[in-house]
């Protein structure tokens, strides 16, 4: 990728106007300013958390800090960690899938599509960011940090992913791909998020293969004050409640209520085989 952009660069730019711009900004990581919250025994702390050196403390700082703490330090000079985020992001996404494809030749696209959407999403990256402790290093709000308490998990997602944008800034591809492969692949593994858990998508393919409608959801009942709500919803096949789900959010509670009418479809056909 690297030859492709310099030969991309020194081939069709060359002669542009743009091309002194352009080597300017291509050198350019964005504002990275010290904090000093990250002082040698947190430094220390962090590498051994995460099995790599840290060669700029700045990149880390900022990928520690949610953007309620801007809030908190009104400092215009400090940024939240949204744009490692944004990095990070794009960075595992690419890792997995080149460690999917090399392990997994004979998978077809789909089927690859699935597996990395496993590896990679909320449930699987808060696991990683819980066990490597980043809850404990995050710089936040004291409401956002009652939220993380709640539940609010994509705090913990978001933290990690800007976490492996610094890494990668910091030391490079090589030592970020075997931060992945390494330390969150294993923890991943572990918590066998390599199974399909979208069971709105399971119950979807499940009753469209007993050649009924596709199922619906709806709204039982809301609790609770518009922070910290909770939802009950329940999941109609063919016009009968097949199961209810109760969640912070009306997704995760969709979730809830599709597993429980998975469970009991599967229980009424293994009802029916015994006869």
């Known amino acids: 990728m690297k030859d492709f952009l310099n030969n991309l660069y020194n081939g069709i730019l060359r002669f542009?106007?743009?091309r002194k711009?352009?080597?300017?900004?291509?050198?350019?990581?964005?504002?990275?300013?010290k904090l000093g919250y990250l002082d040698n025994t947190k430094k220390v702390q962090l590498e051994n958390l995460l099995g790599i050196k840290i060669n700029k403390i700045e990149y880390f700082e900022q990928a520690l800090t949610h953007r309620s703490y801007l809030h908190v330090i009104e400092d215009n000079s400090i940024y939240s960690n949204e744009r490692l985020e944004f990095l990070g992001d794009s960075v595992l996404g690419m890792v997995v899938a080149d460690y999917?494809?090399?392990?997994?030749?004979d998978v077809l696209e789909g089927g690859l599509t699935k597996m990395r959407s496993w590896m990679v999403n909320k449930?699987?990256?808060?696991e990683c960011a819980k066990r490597l402790k980043l809850n404990e290093m995050l710089l936040m709000s004291y409401s956002a940090s009652k939220a993380l308490e709640q539940g609010s998990d994509s705090i913990l997602a978001d933290a990690l992913e800007a976490i492996i944008g610094a890494i990668y800034l910091d030391s490079g591809l090589e030592t970020t791909k075997k931060f992945i492969i390494n330390v969150l692949i294993p923890i991943i593994v572990?918590?066998?998020?390599?199974?399909?858990?979208?069971y709105k998508s399971l119950l979807l393919e499940t009753v469209q293969s007993m050649g009924k409608e596709p199922p619906k959801y709806m709204v039982l009942d809301e609790t609770g004050q518009d922070h910290n709500k909770e939802f009950l919803v329940g999941v109609l096949v063919d016009s009968e409640i097949m199961g209810t789900g109760l969640g912070k959010s009306k997704k995760?509670?969709?979730?809830?209520?599709?597993?429980e009418a998975l469970e009991?479809?599967?229980?009424?056909?293994?009802?029916?085989?015994?006869?």
């Open 190 to 198: 572990s918590q066998n998020y390599m199974v399909d858990r979208n």
């Open 264 to 275: 009991k479809i599967k229980k009424e056909s293994d009802t029916l085989m015994t006869y």
């Open 252 to 259: 995760q509670a969709e979730q809830f209520a599709a597993k």
């Open 123 to 126: 449930n699987s990256l808060v």
């Open 21 to 33: 711009h352009l080597r300017v900004v291509s050198g350019e990581k964005g504002v990275f300013s």
């Open 16 to 18: 542009s106007p743009l």
């Open 100 to 105: 999917l494809f090399s392990l997994h030749s």
